[in-house]
């Protein structure tokens, strides 16, 4: 799945298309996403973008490499979602691959158009400490709503994570982005999500749960009890059917099954395991919660192609789906 270079949506963007898909099937629009979306029959894969339809999604977009060329695979290496942005209609991705530059790429819904809107053109705001100047933004890539602002993580530990505002314009200017204080620097992929209804930028690192308070530029620690979920790459996915944030899976020697659920009253309930022994991890699975149903849908690879499944959070009720999932196209994932 790293190195997709057609299905761009599908291997990165698909976690916040889904609001988009939604989005434009309810309104009257012409635009390629939102007629794509209407005609899909349940269970199907359709190809929105690839080189050489005029769009501007080519392989140069997407690959990360420095001027010299030096780079491995592409920016989607270690990332599993990327951001929608309601208000301008836009999708917003950071990231970067093993040994390139970091990228900012967007997608216009309106025009059907991509563009990259190279943090800094090859010298990156976000070096991993010690390393080189490029990150994976892993689980990183978030909008506040709210208050209308991008959110992306500068490495494996939340000591640089960034904020930018959405109508400032200055994208490609280093100094116009906020450096967050750091969190606990621990070695372990972490996530962040934004919760409306509480208002709240939630970044999830086991066994800590922490909202970031603007007032006194910190984050405070929601819960520390979290100790079922995985040490590395456990998720935090708001749901806007059920108006809720679950946290889920990670990985140590093992998968872990948790599942817990932060609700709008911030009560924090752990909820059965998952009996699918399904592998939420960096780089192995998508999780994207579908805005109609409310069901939690996992993308992963099962050895023959993408198998998936779903999860209700309401109903407790998890199914694989696999087979009435239509495998994508031929040379997709490519």
Same mark, same amino acid.
Request: glycine share 8%; aromatic share 10%.
């Given at each position: 799945?790293?190195?997709?270079?057609?299905?761009?949506?599908?291997?990165?963007?698909?976690?916040?298309?889904?609001?988009?898909?939604?989005?434009?099937?309810?309104?009257?629009?012409?635009?390629?996403?939102?007629?794509?979306?209407?005609?899909?029959?349940?269970?199907?894969?359709?190809?929105?973008?690839?080189?050489?339809?005029?769009?501007?999604?080519?392989?140069? !977009?997407?690959? *990360?490499?420095?001027?010299?060329? %030096?780079?491995?695979?592409?920016?989607? +290496?270690? &990332?599993?979602? @990327? $951001?929608?942005?309601?208000?301008?209609?836009?999708?917003?991705?950071?990231?970067?691959?093993?040994?390139?530059?970091?990228?900012?790429?967007v997608y216009d819904i309106a025009t059907n158009t991509w563009r990259n809107d190279g943090i800094d053109y090859g010298i990156s705001i976000f070096p991993e400490p010690?390393?080189?100047?490029?990150?994976?933004?892993?689980?990183?890539?978030?909008?506040?709503?709210?208050?209308?602002?991008?959110?992306?993580?500068?490495?494996?530990?939340?000591?640089?994570?960034?904020?930018?505002? !959405?109508?400032? *314009?200055?994208?490609?200017?280093? %100094?116009?982005?906020?450096?967050?204080? +750091?969190? &606990?620097?621990? @070695? $372990?992929?972490?996530?962040?999500?934004?919760?409306?209804?509480?208002?709240?930028?939630?970044?999830?690192?086991?066994?800590?749960?922490?909202?970031?308070?603007?007032?006194?530029?910190?984050?405070?620690?929601?819960?520390?009890?979290?100790?079922?979920l995985g040490s590395r790459s456990p998720i935090l996915r708001y749901n806007p059917v059920y108006k809720c944030v679950v946290m889920m899976g990670g990985k140590d020697?093992?998968?872990?099954?948790?599942?817990?659920?932060?609700?709008?009253?911030?009560?924090?309930?752990?909820?059965?395991?998952?009996?699918?022994?399904?592998?939420?991890?960096?780089?192995?699975?998508?999780?994207?919660?579908?805005?109609?149903?409310?069901?939690?849908?996992?993308?992963?690879?099962?050895?023959?192609?993408?198998?998936?499944?779903?999860?209700?959070?309401?109903?407790?009720?998890?199914?694989?789906?696999?087979?009435?999932?239509?495998?994508?196209?031929?040379?997709?994932?490519?």
């Amino acid at each position: 799945m790293i190195g997709a270079r057609r299905a761009c949506l599908i291997v990165a963007v698909v976690i916040s298309v889904v609001a988009a898909n939604n989005q434009s099937k309810a309104q009257t629009s012409t635009n390629l996403l939102a007629a794509k979306a209407a005609a899909l029959s349940p269970g199907q894969w359709v190809l929105l973008n690839q080189e050489g339809d005029g769009s501007g999604y080519t392989r140069d !977009l997407v690959d *990360g490499l420095t001027p010299s060329g %030096a780079g491995v695979a592409s920016i989607f +290496a270690y &990332s599993q979602k @990327a $951001a929608y942005d309601p208000v301008a209609r836009k999708v917003h991705f950071i990231g970067a691959p093993h040994g390139g530059q970091t990228e900012h790429i967007v997608y216009d819904i309106a025009t059907n158009t991509w563009r990259n809107d190279g943090i800094d053109y090859g010298i990156s705001i976000f070096p991993e400490p010690g390393l080189t100047p490029n990150h994976h933004s892993y689980d990183s890539n978030v909008i506040d709503t709210g208050h209308r602002e991008f959110f992306v993580g500068g490495g494996i530990m939340p000591e640089t994570i960034y904020r930018k505002s !959405l109508d400032s *314009g200055s994208w490609t200017d280093p %100094a116009s982005w906020i450096r967050l204080p +750091a969190f &606990s620097l621990a @070695a $372990a992929e972490y996530s962040l999500e934004y919760f409306p209804e509480r208002d709240e930028l939630l970044l999830l690192q086991t066994p800590l749960l922490a909202r970031f308070d603007r007032a006194s530029n910190s984050w405070k620690t929601i819960t520390s009890n979290l100790t079922a979920l995985g040490s590395r790459s456990p998720i935090l996915r708001y749901n806007p059917v059920y108006k809720c944030v679950v946290m889920m899976g990670g990985k140590d020697t093992t998968d872990s099954p948790a599942v817990y659920k932060y609700a709008p009253d911030g009560t924090i309930t752990r909820m059965p395991d998952d009996p699918l022994g399904l592998t939420t991890f960096i780089n192995y699975s998508l999780v994207a919660a579908d805005p109609v149903s409310g069901d939690y849908v996992f993308f992963g690879a099962d050895g023959s192609g993408v198998a998936t499944f779903k999860y209700n959070i309401a109903t407790n009720q998890w199914a694989n789906i696999t087979g009435i999932v239509q495998k994508p196209p031929a040379g997709m994932f490519q």
